[in-house]
């Protein structure tokens, strides 16, 4: 048999090896090292090496492109040598640049071009008012009144009975001169949030909040108004959930006894929390804080404003209110000036709240014309199916599983997580990425989601989600809930117990993601353009900032598209409040929003149904829906 | 061709003006697709595209009503070839057959026993739905007073069998001003029998052996001014009326109008009940409007009444089991009651894992109207004072000793309820997932 | 005037299973049965030859009959105590397949053993020449313990096994892999489900003409319409050429309808239910024949007077025109 000379970059001798050896085989004999997560499969990508010239003939090119391809790149356990060849083995950090399939969320930033002033509901004007006299006997406030049209030729405002008590000392200590903010308002006159003297104004911050209240998570944006920038940023639990994890258990709590002004009391103590924090670090007051805007799921705006919520469990599925009207600071509670302006903004039904109608703003699905899937993924899984023509929607309840809750070992995307995995397809060794580079503390969303696929891949699972007790691998043990695999021992792991996932956990993640992708079909076929017509996916919510698209398709959670398509946009849901704060035009375009948006109720017939039980198997029951996991399984 | 929700939605005026009662044209146009609204409930839709439109929408098989002093019976408006396409509309109507050759006395009994049947089934009140009277005396009179007969002991529908005209018309006229179906015509007789239809507004059965044999008819009875039919395909042996049923079936829902009327099958004339009752039960899987039996005896009736009405049930709805207290491993007074929704995947869920166990265990399955114990509970159908209320309904409390009754895990909330709602009971909290069932009830209950 | 017939031309077939083994093929059997190959819709002879007609299988049990109904027992009358001479009785009666479906107990009342499971079967295959289903109680460990010896011991004769359920079929399957026997696996009615055990199932290298398929229906007034309806609709699929539904349908009207109230209780209930033994029969015989109109290959039955009644019935379907 021929025999080839195969040179490595780093190594000073060429190796002599027969045709048809394996690249990696060739990079052993010369002691290099290339990283093979995947136990030399030719599924994860991460041994792929740059051919620099010679003949070799490549098996598979599962995880390049094309251009991949034509720059040299090569899988070395899937490329065998046909001539004298030259290589390069990269370093590891570069291909995993290459590999695309990582999607990390990108930070907000200011509309091109955007102007603060007129852009904003929010206005301060500096008035020099004529000081009374005895010839002229108008009352302060029609004085105010009048120089406010005259400056701006607004004929009426609204006020509240405090500032007018507070008016005349602060119009007399200023000489008559003054800064005026007040809200433009929408279709309606003015109200007035405050009255400063102009001396003090003009050093003093204006400032508003961009408020997500999510039944896990709550998250403030605290924003400076006067540039339109954002300053501060904070999340945290939501204190209700003490009081159930999930929008039912607070919605039966809210209706018994004093439950709903607790939850009320809960949700309004954690946002202000967040904002005193936020002010002491800012070094601001909270009479700064003149707006807020909120976006939250239909239960979570009805508790915050105590609103009862028991309409929204029970069939027909109503919510009380889903455009709500602005309310003052003051009838919220949230600390800030009790004259400032709340703006909650509208939701579509009693399963698609304003975090949607939010999100798809942010998302900017409603500025083009390309057929469009969105999807927030929470404890429910909200849906949105359009374009700037048309959208439908609908909520899948997933349950929380990809948000770590309801699985033994699942946590959040914090330090000591595990965030990534890949398993050897002959030994069933797992390799591990933690968030911190810590010891592992548990798994998030999307090392669940990596985890499972890699299972799945390498026959540790079979497609209905079994765990393979024939294997002879101790990581696959019976433990009190049926067959397990353990991904961490006790001793690597931080805490003295093995991490382990069950077959429970299995099964609650299977459900979870066939509920979303049963999601999906139902819309598509609903109103009758298939799911591949999409150009894009758009998603949001509470994946943390990261999710491996290739491992979400080869478990079904996400449809198999190229990954190009799909687009990673962190928490849409708190960006969108964030442009309504700070843009009016985007306030109304949101309100459209929810006008225009078709809610599915997906208990209306079985479909939901059969489409859920299609999708409870991996990747589907239908694996021509998903062609890049059929050739990975191969 | 059947229009998508999207292309329905670009010929409305997409205002979402809200008046049609959706919130939104496209709402709208979805349910215009599915069929369960009509073009009308738009106020601005275009003439254009009413036009457009219309044609998606006409029934393809026509409504025929049979009508009687007490009650009406319909067939028709089926628009799929499986039910799970979309659902089964109108219950075939059972007729139980008389024949002018026995004498009145037996007539009067058996129509008047088939009329006064009734039989409970989880519910509903299953009935049977008309009389069929054959002529084969070949006598009118006899045949009228036949008719006269049965009358006298039903209010049900009638339907007049006999190719004589001369025995038809005195059939119905001692029936006159109701609306039998006048059974048959045929390319012999249609012309007179169309003239008696007409003066009677009553439809017309129309034999033929073949398919050309039934179009050619019913295009010249349409011609001559009769608009309702029933198709009666002669051919009774199971495999050549089964093809032919499904053919008439398959035509119609093309659009051909010379078949698209419902049919009629005669198990009637096998002359034994175990034959016709196979013969029924084909012709209410497959197509027939209406179904004449000859015998009439409740073991033979209630079969035969309970296929139909699973048939056309509705497949849209969640599959369910029905609610009730299903005793698992053959269980005693002192095993423990477990409780469940009737969602058909949920019960089978438990149930399998309980069966799997071994151990014997009651299971009260309450009716959610199918949905999951998580899906219920969310929507207020699976609370304290549903599970107590099937408990009492199912006599659970006469049935065990122990009182010990266990809630699935995810609704452990509810357990404080159920106490006060079942005094003397002592509620447990039981896994949350099916699968930890055999270890909770080896290790918590044992 | 002259009618253009709609005619379905499917792409698909049915995958066509034979039961039972010959000596000349490595069993014992003096008969097989072969099902399936279907490419139309059930008894649609005017599109394409419907290759094999539905059969039709009755079920014995080697063990407790308890919960079997009065009606039943008084039918077969003392070979229930013996199985040889129940399944020499099933022959004479007329079935294609004997099924033999073994609980938890034997007819003392103890746990079954794999020995006395073995020797069971082995006795029905001498005391018949027909092919055979033999089934466990539906308890994973207790199925596995009973039917890999029976499965070893019975090599070659292309026996059904179950039953294969989506969380317990590795080790059955394995079982009838090395030793030529069949399987059928139950899924609880539903498409997709049985879908995917079929899935599975071939996953491990079980053959698709191997395996048969019951999407499990529900008794007449309990549920039949879900079993009807998933029946049609895996057959529509498997004619459209989805193969992992092309398998041939086994299910049991039997079963379910004698284990309804209608049938299996006479004492305390409505007179208008009518007569106890006719309506049991009936109940089995409706259940069964509206079954075989959605699509069943292979219908088991309990009672013996059905057998005749379902017999005429598939018959006359198996005719195109009349005689």
């Excluded at chain 1, 356990?77 to 969320?105: K, N, Y």
Aim: hydrophobic share 45%; aromatic share 6%.
């Amino acid at each position: 048999m021929a025999e080839y000379n195969v040179r490595f970059a780093s190594h000073p001798e060429p190796i002599g090896v027969p045709a048809g050896t394996l690249l990696v085989d060739a990079a052993r004999e010369a002691s290099i090292e290339v990283q093979q997560p995947c136990g030399g499969q030719g599924r994860c990508g991460r041994c792929a090496v740059q051919v620099d010239s010679g003949a070799v003939r490549r098996r598979s090119v599962l995880r390049l492109s094309p251009a991949d391809v034509e720059a040299g790149f090569a899988l070395a356990c899937q490329t065998v040598v046909e001539g004298d060849v030259s290589i390069t083995v990269p370093p590891p950090e570069v291909i995993e640049r290459r590999l695309v399939t990582d999607h990390i969320a990108p930070e907000a930033a200011l509309p091109d071009g955007y102007d603060a002033a007129e852009s904003q509901s929010i206005r301060r004007v500096e008035l020099q008012l004529t000081p009374p006299s005895m010839d002229d006997q108008t009352d302060d406030w029609g004085r105010l009144c009048t120089a406010l049209r005259q400056a701006t030729g607004i004929e009426h405002m609204e006020t509240s009975l405090e500032q007018i008590r507070g008016l005349g000392p602060i119009l007399r200590n200023s000489d008559w001169h003054v800064a005026l903010t007040f809200d433009r308002g929408r279709n309606g006159s003015p109200r007035l949030i405050r009255v400063q003297p102009a001396a003090e104004a003009l050093e003093a911050p204006l400032c508003g909040l961009a408020i997500d209240v999510g039944t896990t998570t709550v998250s403030v944006w605290l924003v400076d108004l006067l540039t339109g920038n954002v300053t501060r940023q904070a999340s945290q639990y939501n204190q209700q959930i003490a009081r159930g994890e999930d929008v039912i258990s607070r919605i039966i709590y809210a209706s018994k006894g004093d439950g709903g002004s607790e939850l009320r009391d809960l949700v309004v103590g954690t946002i202000n929390e967040m904002v005193d924090t936020m002010c002491a670090r800012a070094k601001i007051e909270p009479a700064d804080i003149v707006k807020a805007t909120v976006s939250g799921n239909s239960t979570m705006m009805h508790l915050l404003l105590g609103i009862p919520p028991e309409s929204i469990r029970l069939e027909p599925f109503i919510t009380p209110i889903n455009h709500l009207p602005r309310v003052p600071a003051s009838e919220v509670g949230i600390a800030m000036n009790r004259d400032g302006v709340v703006d909650p903004l509208p939701g579509v039904a009693s399963y698609v709240g304003a975090d949607i109608t939010a999100g798809v703003f942010a998302s900017g699905l409603r500025e083009s014309p390309d057929t469009t899937l969105f999807i927030d993924v929470g404890t429910n899984g909200e849906i949105v199916f359009g374009s700037s023509e048309w959208m439908v929607t609908c909520a899948c309840s997933a349950g929380p599983a990809f948000e770590g809750a309801g699985v033994i070992h699942g946590m959040r995307a914090n330090t000591g997580a595990i965030e990534e995995v890949w398993i050897d397809g002959s030994t069933h060794e797992p390799s591990l990425r933690v968030i911190g580079n810590a010891a592992p503390r548990g798994i998030c969303g999307s090392g669940l989601i990596a985890l499972i696929a890699e299972m799945f891949l390498t026959g540790v699972l079979d497609k209905a989600g079994n765990i393979n007790q024939t294997l002879e691998t101790p990581r696959v043990r019976r433990g009190l809930h049926g067959a397990e695999y353990v991904v961490a021992w006790a001793e690597e792991a931080e805490g003295n117990e093995d991490i382990v996932i069950t077959r429970v956990d299995i099964d609650n993640l299977l459900r979870a993601k066939a509920a979303i992708y049963a999601g999906f079909k139902v819309l598509a076929d609903r109103v009758g353009v298939p799911l591949e017509m999409a150009e894009h996916v758009l998603i949001g919510g509470s994946f943390g900032k990261y999710i491996n698209v290739e491992k979400a398709i080869d478990i079904g959670l996400l449809p198999d598209m190229a990954w190009d398509r799909f687009e990673f946009l962190g928490n849409t849901s708190v960006k969108g409040a964030y442009l309504a704060l700070i843009d009016q035009a985007v306030r109304d375009e949101i309100a459209s929003i929810a006008s225009d948006m078709t809610y599915i109720e997906l208990s209306a017939d079985n479909s939901f149904y059969e489409a859920f039980t299609s999708a409870l198997f991996l990747p589907h029951t239908d694996l021509s829906l998903f062609p890049s996991v059929e050739a990975a399984m191969t | 061709m059947a229009l998508s929700g999207i292309q329905i939605y670009k010929m409305l005026p997409q205002t979402n003006c809200k008046e049609c009662g959706f919130p939104t044209c496209l709402a709208f146009s979805m349910k215009l697709a599915a069929k369960q609204v009509e073009l009308d409930d738009c106020p601005y839709v275009t003439e254009e595209s009413k036009e457009q439109l219309a044609e998606s929408s006409a029934p393809p098989i026509r409504l025929v009503t049979l009508a009687g002093p007490d009650r009406e019976t319909a067939a028709g408006n089926e628009v799929v070839l499986f039910r799970h396409e979309k659902k089964f509309f109108n219950r075939p109507g059972v007729f139980v057959r008389v024949v002018d050759t026995e004498d009145t006395a037996a007539i009067t009994e058996k129509v008047a026993a088939a009329s006064a049947y009734t039989v409970d089934y989880v519910g509903i009140d299953l009935n049977l739905d008309g009389i069929a009277v054959e002529g084969a005396s070949g006598d009118p009179a006899a045949f009228a007073a036949a008719v006269g007969a049965a009358r006298e002991a039903t209010g049900l529908p009638f339907m007049l069998v006999s190719d004589d005209p001369a025995v038809m018309e005195a059939g119905w006229k001692a029936v006159e001003g109701e609306k039998p179906l006048l059974m048959g015509a045929n390319s012999s007789n249609w012309e007179a029998m169309v003239d008696l239809a007409k003066q009677a507004e009553a439809p017309l059965g129309v034999v033929g052996e073949t398919l050309e044999e039934l179009a050619e008819l019913t295009q010249k009875i349409q011609e001559a001014g009769v608009e309702d039919m029933v198709l009666q395909p002669a051919p009774t042996a199971m495999g050549a009326s089964l093809a032919m049923q499904t053919q008439i079936r398959r035509l119609a829902l093309k659009n051909f109008r010379p078949l698209g009327y419902p049919t009629v099958a005669f198990a009637s004339d096998s002359g034994d009940p175990a034959k016709e009752a196979t013969l029924a039960a084909h012709a209410i899987c497959k197509y027939a409007g209406f179904v004449v039996v000859d015998s009439f005896a409740p073991e033979f009736v209630y079969p035969i009444l309970v296929l139909r009405e699973n048939i056309y049930t509705d497949p849209q709805k969640p599959i369910q089991v029905l609610p009730a207290v299903y005793e698992i491993n053959d269980p005693k007074p002192s095993d423990p009651v477990l409780v469940t929704t009737n969602f058909s995947i949920t019960y089978f869920s438990v149930a399998n894992e309980v069966e799997g166990s071994g151990l014997p265990a009651w299971l009260v399955v309450t009716d959610a109207e199918g949905m999951s114990v998580l899906t219920a509970w969310a929507a207020g159908k699976f609370d304290a004072e549903v599970i107590a209320k099937a408990v009492k309904e199912f006599g659970v409390g006469d049935k065990v000793e122990k009182k010990v009754i266990v809630l699935p895990g995810h609704t452990a909330v509810l357990s404080g309820e159920l106490e006060e709602e079942l005094p003397g009971w002592d509620v447990k909290v039981g896994p949350r997932e099916a699968v930890d069932l055999p270890g909770y009830l080896k290790t918590v209950l044992a | 005037m002259s009618i253009e017939i709609p005619v379905d031309k499917w792409p698909g077939t049915v995958n066509t299973v034979t039961l039972g083994a010959t000596e000349a093929d490595g069993g014992t059997r003096a008969k097989v049965v072969t099902i399936g190959g279907e490419q139309s819709l059930p008894f649609m002879h005017f599109e394409t030859e419907m290759p094999h007609s539905p059969v039709i299988a009755l079920e014995m049990t080697p063990s407790r009959t308890d919960d079997w109904s009065q009606i039943l027992l008084d039918a077969w009358g003392d070979v229930v105590e013996d199985p040889a001479r129940w399944a020499a009785a099933i022959e004479a009666a007329g079935a294609d397949v004997i099924v033999v479906t073994f609980g938890l107990t034997d007819p003392a009342g103890d746990p079954i053993t794999p020995d006395y499971a073995v020797s069971t079967v082995k006795a029905v295959l001498e005391a018949s020449g027909l092919p055979l289903v033999v089934l466990g109680p539906g308890q994973a460990d207790v199925d596995n313990e009973l039917i890999v010896p029976v499965a070893d011991s019975t090599k070659g004769e292309r026996l059904v096994l179950g039953l294969c359920e989506d969380g317990n079929y590795r080790t059955i399957v394995a079982s009838a892999m090395a030793n030529d026997h069949l399987v059928v696996g139950r899924t609880p009615m539903d498409v997709n489900l049985a879908k995917q055990l079929n899935i599975l199932m071939t996953d491990m290298g079980l053959p698709l003409d191997r395996i048969v398929m019951d999407p499990t229906t529900g008794g007449l007034g309990y549920g039949i319409e879900y079993g009807y309806s998933v029946m049609e609709r895996l057959r529509l699929a498997a004619l459209q050429g989805d193969a992992m539904t092309q398998l041939p349908m086994l299910v049991t009207p039997g079963y379910e309808a004698w284990r309804t109230k209608e049938a299996k209780v006479g004492e305390g209930v409505p007179e208008t239910w009518g007569d106890w033994a006719d309506r049991g029969v009936h109940w089995e015989t409706l259940t069964a024949v509206s079954l075989v109109e959605a699509g069943a290959d292979v219908v088991v039955l309990r009672h013996p007077e059905s057998l005749k009644r379902v017999r005429e019935a598939i018959d006359e379907l198996m005719t195109a025109a009349p005689a």
